[in-house]
């Protein structure tokens, strides 16, 4: 319940946890209360009283500071899952003026209040005195992030950060507005891109004209928007005292594993090592499609003698297909998904005024989360499934962990779930396609866009590191940068000529970059270790699953390399072992083939 009303798609309000009796004084009077009763927060003034309390509360032992904790991490659950059902409404209806506003009461009357008092409670934590007497099993990566945290924190980047938030959702805003007239029909940005696998070359590129004709219509905009992100962006991060917005990132994100060098190198290693080998893939794509050359409308595309991949027709299909997969797999991860369902915790299907993109958002108080997609009938709707599905195996596998920063995994650790999630299913897509041919060219068709993937991550990647390392470049520069970039990643195999001035934006279509900066480099690395995952399961099935989700049940509460090696894979991506995983993917791609 937001502002008095119950969000249609979110459809029940109640908590699979127990309600918790939460007690503070009043005067020289105690109240009592359950915290769990109070989800409709509109003001600030909803939940300070809770803040209060732990503030004032009296420490006296190791035992009350570890209760303090979980009472603070049961407080953030709530005012986080506030802002995420405000959040999933505006994106399901980008249009809806009552869930603008509210979304946007959260961010301007109750976020900068609720960042400010976390970090007052956060510093008390910190400067208790039984704080170093925590077993430091449990509580070594908590207190690591917490310094990090407190060290960084600016007061004055609140309103920064607010500006940042809204701002951001105008870029869903107008990405799901764009209507695309082809034929006397209208599509959106989703639905068109079914047009864009036609077996008709004509009919595919008369598409991808169209598609791009109706977002260039927005360029100018969104390359004003960009601008105002980054200014605002680069001022927190001078406001933290840092030359640049990359590097306070690489801070803010606990970065601790790796760092902005590791990146360049990973850079170079896909540049090195899988641009070349993508080469016979291409060629071979080309003799399938009867092309010559590989223009931006081919990428996608199917060639005339290849099998159809229709997978479903409506969002319950899909769903359906995708437990009984998950069933097939491992039981659990299909009772996750029934249990979601049971409480409506899916939007699926694209339409108008639905922001772009995926998403698994986890319900903290909940306990559970809500799935996003934009759904059109593709193979990739299987796999985007497959995908958040596998997020949320990683949020039920936490929901047990009282420390709520715990729940917070690090995108290294929650890519790696969810990709893994998708190769592992791969023996049981008949699902979707009971005919061999079908399913083969499925399977083919994944392994060849998890090859193609990891020059587009790079891309990504190091156009990010450039904007944010040459704060001063103008709208021409970035452009140039991104078609150097590109062409010698993604695009290599790629003539864009004649449509140069389509390419030079490609990056506006990449929503990470405008609403979660520096979050992609990670699918990069989640791939490798995915891959890896993929490669124990056909040697160990049983042994591989039960690995998996222990690792998933960790949480946030070990070091990114011991999460990974929990799993059984290795935190990796130098040359060597990027090289070892491609030859490896590539070798089953021809076993297919």
């Not at 659950?77 to 509210?102: G, W």
């Not at 500006?163 to 959702?169: R, S, V």
Request: net charge positive; charged share 30%; with cysteine.
């Amino acid at each position: 319940m937001i502002n008095g009303k119950e969000t249609p798609a979110l459809g029940f309000l109640y908590p699979l946890t127990k309600p918790v009796k939460w007690i503070y004084n009043v005067g020289k009077r105690k109240k009592v209360v359950c915290m769990y009763d109070r989800l409709n927060i509109n003001k600030w003034e909803d939940v300070k009283p809770y803040y209060v309390e732990l503030y004032n509360r009296g420490i006296n032992s190791t035992e009350e500071l570890e209760k303090w904790i979980v009472d603070r991490s049961k407080l953030y659950a709530l005012l986080e899952e506030t802002y995420a059902r405000a959040y999933i409404n505006l994106q399901r209806y980008t249009d809806n003026k009552e869930y603008e506003k509210t979304f946007k009461n959260f961010t301007k009357n109750i976020y900068p209040e609720y960042k400010k008092y976390n970090f007052i409670l956060d510093k008390k934590l910190y400067e208790c005195r039984f704080k170093n007497k925590l077993p430091k099993e449990k509580y070594s990566v908590f207190l690591r992030n917490l310094a990090n945290q407190i060290e960084i924190f600016r007061e004055k980047n609140i309103p920064l950060e607010t500006k940042e938030i809204n701002l951001a959702t105008e870029y869903g805003k107008i990405i799901g507005s764009v209507q695309i007239n082809l034929d006397g029909h209208k599509y959106t940005l989703q639905e068109i891109k079914v047009l864009l696998t036609d077996k008709d070359r004509g009919r595919r590129k008369r598409a991808w004209l169209a598609m791009n004709e109706a977002v260039s219509k927005h360029y100018q905009y969104l390359d004003n928007l960009y601008d105002k992100l980054r200014e605002i962006r680069a001022t927190m991060a001078k406001n933290a005292g840092f030359d640049n917005y990359r590097d306070y990132m690489f801070k803010l994100k606990n970065r601790f594993d790796y760092t902005p060098e590791d990146c360049y190198k990973f850079h170079e290693s896909v540049k090195n090592r899988v641009v070349p080998k993508i080469k016979p893939l291409i060629e071979k794509k080309k003799k399938v499609l009867e092309i010559k050359s590989m223009l931006p409308w081919d990428k996608t595309a199917e060639g005339r003698n290849e099998p159809e991949l229709k997978p479903f027709k409506t969002g319950d299909e899909l769903l359906n297909g995708v437990i009984k997969i998950y069933g097939k797999l491992d039981n659990e991860f299909a009772e996750n998904l029934i249990n979601m369902k049971k409480h409506k915790m899916f939007d699926l299907e694209s339409r108008k005024g639905k922001a772009p993109g995926g998403f698994n958002y986890p319900l903290q108080q909940t306990g559970m989360p809500f799935i996003f997609m934009n759904a059109v009938g593709l193979h990739r709707d299987v796999i985007t499934l497959l995908h958040e599905g596998g997020h949320a195996a990683h949020t039920f596998r936490m929901r047990h962990i009282p420390i709520i920063e715990y729940r917070h995994t690090p995108s290294e650790v929650a890519e790696f779930a969810s990709m893994s999630m998708e190769l592992l299913t791969m023996d049981y897509w008949g699902e979707f396609y009971p005919d061999e041919t079908q399913l083969n060219k499925a399977k083919s068709d994944h392994l060849y866009r998890i090859i193609n993937f990891f020059p587009w991550c790079m891309s990504v990647d190091k156009f990010q590191h450039w904007v944010y390392l040459n704060p001063s470049h103008n709208i021409t520069e970035r452009d140039e940068e991104w078609m150097r970039i590109a062409k010698d990643f993604s695009e290599y195999y790629v003539d864009w000529t004649g449509y140069e001035n389509h390419l030079a934006k490609l990056w506006q279509l990449q929503l990470h970059i405008f609403e979660v900066p520096f979050y992609y480099i990670e699918y990069g690395m989640a791939q490798l270790g995915a891959l890896q995952i993929w490669r124990n399961y056909k040697k160990d099935p049983k042994n591989t699953i039960e690995r998996y989700k222990y690792a998933l049940s960790l949480g946030n509460s070990k070091p990114i390399g011991e999460i990974y090696k929990a799993a059984g894979v290795e935190f990796r991506f130098d040359e060597h072992l990027i090289e070892e995983i491609v030859d490896f993917v590539l070798g089953e791609y021809n076993k297919i083939n």
